[in-house]
């Protein structure tokens, strides 16, 4: 029921009545009352009307109905773009309205799922009749529960072939200029928006598309065809698992896409993204001080955003202006302990001291092994006494697969002998030598191993530093 704060004249009264209608933002008109909430919130009206009362109807001794106010909406005075930013889920959301209902032999967890998604957008979309925009908490929770639900239907046929699978999302849920955006800081987060920005790579000799998709194929069984994504009932690339921890699942998809990557032509590897996460995040994340729970819940939600595709230009672009090798002068570091302190020159100074000292509390193995698992072009090798920037013409790591089989079967100082060979082929000898590798004085445990691999999924921000702290520098 429209309320208008103000007399309203004949003419406003007869131009509602004769075009005034709740319209969802796909276009269609509002089926329930979270529909015509979004509908407020984006269109408004033009009559006006300060609020709406929603009234519910309740039958009670036979045929007789009582009134009662649920609640009353206002109209904002502007347009919410968070609200906006649901047309790109309308079609999924109104598919799995229509389709799956109760009493038509839905699985419960899938009704569930359902209802989570439309309370988070219900709770946004109230916000947006209020004028206020959401919290990038909040948002990022009608990502993680249509993720949820996406993920849900992937588990039963007959939801598969009742609902498609979500529909692409733009990358306005990430810009930091709209007001859609779901960024946080948090270390959960940005490893999250690291490993789900994962591009796909290569081509098939046979089947002119990706060898390897985006992330989000190693999540549900999806393949994406043109501007759309279907249900894939042969995949084989989906193997994250809900039971199991959260590094052996990032070591499992790991695996995956190098092995994907076999059988197809690309340049570097399909580990490259253009979010890569810091070291303090990756260092907090080893040591087991974030919430792996919510970690993984914000893997599959940002997974639903279309990264686009990199070409080699904009990847060496990138890398030319975010990646230097920094100098780690000798005489610049020196350890309280166990705990490594840096005191670097000027000329080596350009990252942040924390960062440095959180490369340098992560395995000593890490760096080595990492340096494999660059997803485009090697950094610059490593300059004596200054900062060593990219030229472009660095060479892509080799595929690193037998690396990983031997890191995941537990021989850690064969897997590092194997990185080391592969970087002096490429040119980049490490700072180790073999004997020292044969030794044992690097070998990790067999469960170490399995972490250490899910860690070298995650892109780093940095691959400059991690050639700085283990290849032999050259003389300036």
Known sequence: MPLWGQPVRLGELRGLLAEGRMQTPRGSPAEHSIQALEAIATLGVSAGVSAFRRVGL???????????????????????????????????????????????????????????????????????????????????????????LECECSLTKSARAAVNPCGVLSRRWLDVNDAACCLDRSAEFQIALAVASLLGWGEQTVARQLAVGSLRTNLVPVARRGDRWQWD??????????????????????????VDAQRANGDGLPLWSFYGASFRDLLALWQGAVDESRLANLIYALALVDFGSADDDNAIRWQTNNDPTPSLAQSGVWFDGDTPRLSLPTEGASLPENELQAAFALPRAY?????????????????????????????????PLPVLSLLLAGRSDEALLAAGRSL???????MVQDDTLRSGEWKLSDDECRRLAGLLLVPVRHAGLLAALCLKPKSN
Do not use: M
């Open 58 to 148: 309740f039958e009670r001794r036979g045929n007789i109905n009582i009134a009662a106010t649920l609640e009353e909406v206002p109209v904002p005075r502007r347009q919410i773009a968070a609200v906006s930013a649901f047309v790109e889920l309308a079609d999924f959301r109104h598919s799995a309205f229509v389709h799956l209902r109760e009493g038509i032999g839905v699985p419960d967890r899938i009704l569930l799922a359902r209802h989570r998604l439309e309370v988070a957008a219900a709770r946004v979309a109230r916000r947006g009749c209020l004028g206020v925009p959401p919290a990038p908490e909040e948002l990022q929770a009608i990502l993680s529960t249509t993720a949820d």
């Open 233 to 258: 009932d042969h995949s084989r690339s989906a193997v994250w698992s809900n039971g199991a921890p959260l590094l052996i699942n990032l070591a499992n998809v790991l695996h995956r896409r190098l």
């Open 367 to 399: 760096a080595l092994l990492k340096l494999c698992f660059v997803g485009r072009r090697l950094p610059a090798p490593p300059v004596e006494g200054r900062v060593a920037t990219r030229n472009g013409n660095e060479p892509f790591p080799n595929l």
């Open 424 to 430: 002096r082929a490429k040119g980049y000898p490490a």
